[in-house]
C-alpha cells in the first residue's frame, strides 16, 4: 500500500508531561515561549511575514530567524500553542467552526524551489505549494470570531509513470485505512477542534462541498458528537423517514413542496473553481429562492465496509433553488444542497441553517488574508520548507484577528474591547478616534469606547475606510491594513512616552 497522507495537526503533539517532570514551558524553554510572543507581535504589527524587514533593530529581526529555524521549535508543537483558545472564551456558547482546504504556492515563479517539492507537495500547477486546511471558530448569534482552533498542514506529493502506473497507485490508495487518506483532513480536524470545545453549549461544523464523503460525515458525528453542515455534491440515495420511499435525491425532494421563499441579493463572481479550474462568472441580482426539505436516513454507498462505520441517525436535506425566471440569459441558477444533523423543519431553522452555511464565507475570507494582498505568506523569503509552514501558522493566526474585527464593525452585539486590546492600546485607541473623527455625526464613531466596534471603528479608518455609512463597509483587507498601522502607531506612542517619562 502506498501512503502518501502524512498531516501535522495539533493531535501530531504530545503536551503529556514525562515522569518527572511537573510543568514544562511551550517549545520546552521559557525563552522560546517568550520569543513566540514577542515574534507574533512583531508579525502583528509589521503586517507582513519577512523576517528581514519585521523591525529596524537588527536584534529582534535576528531573533525571528532564530525562532523559525530552531530545531526545537517543532511545527507541531507550534500548531498546537497557535491554535490553542481559552475555556472561558467558548464556555455555554453555540458555535460554528468553519473548515475548508487551501493551497498555498510556494515556487516563487515557474522554476523556483523545485527541490521543495519532497517536502512541500505540489499544486495542480505543478508547483512547490503546501496545503492547509484551518477551523475557524465563531460564536453563531454576535459573530465574533473566536480564533483558529485547529489547522492541519499536509503535501501533495507529485504521482510519476505511466497512466498504467499511475492509475495502480489510485487503486492501491483506495484500499488503505481512512485515517491514511487525505480525504479524512475534515474529520480529523473537526475531532481535534471538538476537543478544545466541550465546554461549548452547540459546536456546529460548516463544511463545503470537498466534506461530501460517506465516511467523514460518518466519523465527524461519531467521533465528535456535534452537529454539522455541509453542502453535498453528490446525488445519494436514501429513505424518507416519514413515507418510507426510498430514492435519490434528486427523486426525494421533487416531491416536496416549497416549504418558503426568500429574496437574497447575490454578489458577482468572477474566479477560477477549485474543482475543475474552470472560470465561473455570475452577474450581481435579487436572487428569488425556494426553499424545500426532507429528512433522509442514508444508504450506505456501493462497496462500502459496513465495519467502517454507518451514519444511523437521520439527517436533514435541504435544497435552495433559484427561480428562473430572473436568471440572466447564459448563467445557471443557483442551487444548493445541505445535508445537516439539524432536525427542526419549521421555516425559521431551515433558514437558521441556510443563513448558517453561508457564514462558511468568514474562512475564505481567512485565506484572502494570509494570500494575495495581505500577509502575502506564499512569497515569503524563506530557506527552509519547514520554516515557510511555520510562517503560514502564523499567519493564520494574526489574519484571525483582521476577521474579529470585521465581523465586530456593526456593533449589533456588544463584544468587550478588553478581549482583543489591553489598557495601554485602548489609550491609542482613544487618540486615534480623535484624530480620525470628523466634524460631523456622519464621521463620527458611532459605538461605546468599551466596546470592539468602536475599535473596529477606528481601525477601519486607519485601513483608509471614510467613515459614512452609505460606503461599503470596510473588509477585511482593509482592517488588516488598518491593524498594522495601529500597532505602528501604538509602538511610536510607547517609544515617545518612554523618553518623555524620563
Known sequence: MCRTYFPVHRGSFNPTLASNQRYRNDFGDAR???????????????GHIRCSKLSTQRAKRA?????????????????????????????????????????????????????????????TDKVPAVQVMPALVLDRKSQDCLGVVDLAIF????????????????????????????????????????QQLTSARRVTFVMDQGADIYQNIQQIIDRTGRDLIVRISRNRKGVNTKT??????????SAQPVRCVRMLEVPPLNHIAKRNKKRVKRSQRQAELEVRSVQVLLDTPDKYSKENGLISQPLQLIEVRERSHNVPQGEKPIVWRLLTTWLETDEQNLLAAVDT????????????????????VDTAQSKYPQTLKKLLVMSLKI????????????????????????EEQQRTLVIANKELSGHTEAVTNPHPITSL??????????????????????????????????????????????????
Open 244 to 253: 418510507k420511499v426510498h430514492g435519490n435525491f434528486d427523486e426525494l425532494l
Open 155 to 194: 503535501g501533495r506529493p507529485p504521482v510519476k509513470g505511466t497512466t498504467k502506473q499511475r492509475n495502480r497507485l489510485k487503486r492501491e490508495r483506495t484500499q488503505l485505512p481512512f485515517a491514511h487518506k487525505e480525504s479524512s483532513v475534515w474529520s480529523q480536524v473537526a475531532f481535534n477542534a471538538a
Open 357 to 376: 452555511y453561508r457564514c462558511r464565507w468568514h474562512v475564505e475570507q481567512l485565506f484572502r488574508i494570509i494570500k494575495g494582498q495581505g500577509l502575502r
Open 453 to 502: 466596534a468602536y475599535a473596529a471603528w477606528v481601525i477601519a479608518r486607519l485601513g483608509e475606510w471614510d467613515g459614512y455609512k452609505s460606503q461599503r463597509p470596510p473588509g477585511p483587507m482593509r482592517m488588516q491594513r488598518g491593524l498594522t498601522r495601529f500597532y505602528e502607531m501604538h509602538q511610536n506612542f510607547q517609544i515617545f512616552k518612554k523618553y518623555d517619562d524620563t
Open 399 to 422: 489574519a484571525a484577528d483582521a476577521i474579529r474585527l470585521t465581523n465586530a464593525r456593526q456593533g449589533e452585539e456588544f463584544i468587550p474591547i478588553e478581549e482583543m486590546f489591553d
Open 32 to 46: 522560546r515561549s517568550l520569543a513566540y510572543q514577542e515574534v507574533l507581535t512583531l508579525l502583528t504589527i509589521a
Open 63 to 123: 531573533k525571528a530567524t532564530r525562532f523559525f529555524n530552531n530545531d526545537r521549535v517543532t511545527l507541531s508543537e507550534l500548531t498546537y500553542v497557535a491554535t490553542r483558545i481559552e475555556d472561558a472564551s467558548v464556555r455555554d456558547k453555540d458555535l460554528l467552526v468553519d473548515l475548508d482546504g487551501c493551497t498555498v504556492s510556494v515556487g516563487l515563479g515557474n522554476h523556483g524551489r523545485l527541490d521543495w517539492i519532497r517536502q512541500t507537495g505540489v499544486s
